[in-house]
């Protein structure tokens, strides 16, 4: 009985993760752009062709607002880290040198806040790859 509730507690636990890791990367992928495009258009209050210092402008607070994330999650790292043994966070395999310890799968817990950011860049690019192609009307020139 113990070992049945500890796999629904385990299978819980990890759709909970799931489900924050999915949502956080579509609200940080796309929600932070949207926010400052509307920021700009209540500003700009005009229709019409977007004009250089509102590209600018929308340019500038996506750019302040993932550097402000960064920071965020950099700080909740820290604080998620053990300090009292002074562990060292778990280096990706990409960003491994050959004299590291080797590489032993499943020895480390994934981070959460890495696993946040590498899917928001996944979910981005999708997302900016299916509007290129789709919706934005014959970005493809045509022969």
Excluded at 77 to 101: G, L, Q, V
Excluded at 105 to 122: K, M, N, Q, Y
């Amino acid at each position: 009985m113990t070992e049945m509730l500890h796999t629904i507690r385990r299978a819980l636990v990890g759709t909970g993760s799931t489900a924050f890791t999915l949502i956080g990367a579509i609200v940080i992928g796309f929600g932070v752009p949207l926010l400052w495009i509307y920021l700009a258009s209540k500003l700009y209050g005009k229709p019409g062709a977007v004009t250089g210092p509102v590209a600018l402008f929308i340019g500038t607070g996506i750019l302040v607002s993932y550097y402000g994330l960064l920071l965020g999650a950099a700080w909740v790292r820290a604080k998620m880290i053990d300090r009292a043994t002074r562990e060292r966070p778990r280096r990706a395999s990409w960003n491994r040198s050959m004299r590291d310890t080797p590489y032993r799968p499943g020895h480390h817990g994934s981070d959460p806040i890495e696993r946040l950011f590498v899917v928001t860049a996944v979910i981005s690019l999708i997302g900016f790859a299916v509007w290129f192609l789709i919706f934005a009307g014959a970005p493809v020139p045509s022969t």
